[in-house]
């Protein structure tokens, strides 16, 4: 089963618009990463926060993580067309060697120029 | 460097054909995983490798099997193909977290797109 869910599946908003995308988690992770995905293309990474961090920025993308709430959210500010894509968070538990990655289904954004 | 890059783009089988999917890492990489991509269902690991010669099972690796005979290269076959294995196949590479800071961020190929008829 998925281990991160993204809310919403689809999201419509204006250029220069904000755009925050959720992910609930179930269990315990080490780590949180956010991908995105270009139509037809693999993905990319966008970011990492690990499980003690509260707040990341790189750019214009702004993450949190509640882990007391298995929750965390992606903020895309100024959006562009460019950012147009489908974003995915990937969370990783386990310990020792191989940590166990899983993506959620994904957040599908579209920005309208 | 090319990165992570995969073989074929684009496949077209029958029902019962076999074939291999390539996936060729120039990053040193010790990790290595194949993924298949279904609407609505998100990401889905087939099989993964922690190092030449390893391989083990993920969440759906039944009708595939797998082979890391050179660290580079992870070789994804499909004995018998079925229409339920019709997907986009993504390949992706990392270093494990003890050897990159904690960060286990995964790089992923450009897909392989198949159709099975």
């Known amino acids: 089963s998925q281990q991160g869910e993204e809310d919403p599946q689809a999201l419509s908003i204006q250029e220069g618009e904000n755009a925050t995308m959720n992910c609930s988690y179930k269990t315990s992770i080490n780590n949180l990463q956010w991908y995105r995905q270009n139509s037809g293309r693999g993905l990319v990474h966008l970011i990492l926060i690990r499980s003690n961090e509260r707040e990341k920025h790189s750019g214009r993308l702004r993450v949190t993580l509640d882990t007391s709430k298995k929750s965390s959210s992606l903020l895309i500010t100024a959006s562009r067309a460019a950012d147009t894509a489908s974003y995915f968070c990937?969370?990783?538990?386990?310990?020792?060697?191989?940590?166990?990655?899983?993506f959620g289904i994904g957040t599908k954004l579209q920005v309208i120029p | 460097n090319a990165g992570v890059t995969q073989t074929p783009k684009f496949r077209v089988l029958k029902t019962g054909q076999s074939m291999t999917l390539l996936c060729a890492q120039d990053m040193n990489h010790e990790y290595m995983y194949w993924y298949r991509q279904d609407p609505g269902m998100g990401l889905r690991l087939i099989h993964y490798s922690v190092g030449e010669g390893t391989t083990a099972k993920g969440e759906v690796p039944d009708g595939y099997n797998v082979s890391r005979l050179k660290k580079q290269n992870f070789l994804l076959g499909l004995e018998s193909a079925a229409p339920s294995q019709t997907s986009v196949y993504f390949c992706?590479?990392?270093?494990?977290?003890?050897?990159?800071?904690?960060?286990?961020?995964?790089?992923f190929g450009p897909g392989t797109r198949l159709t099975v008829l």
């Open positions: 990937a969370t990783d538990a386990g310990s020792g060697g191989y940590q166990k990655v899983t």
């Open positions: 992706a590479s990392s270093q494990p977290p003890r050897l990159a800071g904690g960060n286990n961020e995964q790089f």
